[in-house]
């Protein structure tokens, strides 16, 4: 006849047994999914640059992975820029990834030095983590000089752009299409584009009803994108050609790329964050009430 002792001490044997079973016995689906787990994802990177002025050069090295059928961002994790010679690599500096998984370094010219084929041949390298694998990019490319300047008209404004080669003879680089916008907060204000001649030059008219701000200064920029031996160049300008912020606050539109903001926006915001903080505020009710019948 079993007896209470003898049933608690079967009952202790039982649970003992189960728990060698389940914790010393795995089984092959939960080793393989353990191992999936501990696999890291190679990552996708890529370099790009920007001389800006004529003086510096801004390189983007971009760390992404793909996850869930998408490719995600690596945010706020180093990565080392260098560039290299025919025997020497000299290193630039280190940079995060902001939350767009891009990391910035801008250098200048003076102390760069070029391969003998001319080039400036940069690298980036990302040294991984629990999660993402090493990682490395490259980009190769000949320095590009960019000279902007404005003239005011009798009605207008004009600005001018060149696009060259630096060296004795500054040969100008044609056919090269060109963006032109002013500094905004949210995204530039495009106001022109077009194609440098066989000068390399280009000229547009600059409206003269932008916003600037309270002394009427805007930021001109000039900008050619992904030129075969050059990337990207840009020039910047500021230039007193905006209408004052105080004597045209009634007139400015609402837009992304203005000083304030459009109202869908303004109003999106405002209920998304009532409609956050009216959950937490329901929360803290609940719990306060339920306290009350506790202690009641």
Known sequence: MLTKDKINRLSFLIIIGLRLT??????????????????????????????????????????????DGSWQPVDFESVKFTIHTDSVTKALGTASTNNMGVASLKVGKSQLEKGEDGFWNFGSVFGGNEAV?????????KGAGIAISGEKQDTSYSVTLRLFVPGTESVPIADAEVGFYVKRHFSNLKIGEGTTDENGEIIIDCPKDIPGNTQGNIILIGRADDLEE??????????????????????????????????????????????VWGHYIVII????????MKTS
């Open 22 to 67: 389940c914790c010393g016995f795995p089984s092959f689906g939960q080793t393989e999914k353990k191992d999936i787990a501990m696999e890291k994802i190679a990552p996708r990177m890529s370099l790009l640059s920007t001389q800006i002025n004529g003086d510096s050069i801004l390189l983007e090295a971009s760390v992404k992975v793909k996850r």
């Open 133 to 141: 694998e090493e990682g490395e990019a490259g980009l190769s490319i």
């Open 230 to 275: 050059y990337g990207s160049v840009a020039a910047f300008m500021e230039k007193q050609w905006g209408v004052p912020l105080q004597d045209s606050t009634d007139r400015v539109e609402r837009s992304l790329s203005g000083h304030l903001p459009p109202l869908w926006m303004v109003i999106t915001f405002a209920i998304l964050m009532s409609t």
């Open 285 to 292: 009710y609940k719990l306060i009430q339920l306290r009350k």
